[in-house]
């Protein structure tokens, strides 16, 4: 995810603040969700419990790189995921962060299309 251009962007926004931001692993007895941002700790699940819905309708279960570029995107810049307007299907975040992160990966992931996590079925 720091190899991506958004990523690294992501990252030194968060290194330059006075704040420590800890990443850690999704751990089950603890967490309600498997992945947040919340009290400067971002949490990822390698095993991800929902799927995100992709261009096409598809459902994939989020990468941990899709999973920090999302968290981190929340965390750096305060974008939110909800659309702001009808035109939009999803919000700052997940365009400007998470997407731009997808897109760069190798190899490159799809965009996310609908905020929220969904059952995988
Ligand atoms: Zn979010």
Redesign the pocket.
Known sequence: MKETQRGKELYEKLDRREETYTIREYDKAIDQADMYYKDLTIVVNPNPLDCIIVKGGRRVLPSVERQLA??MG?AATGFG?APRHPLERVGP?IDKNENAVAKQLSPPEPERSVPGGYACK
């Open positions: 999302h968290e929340h995921d975040n």
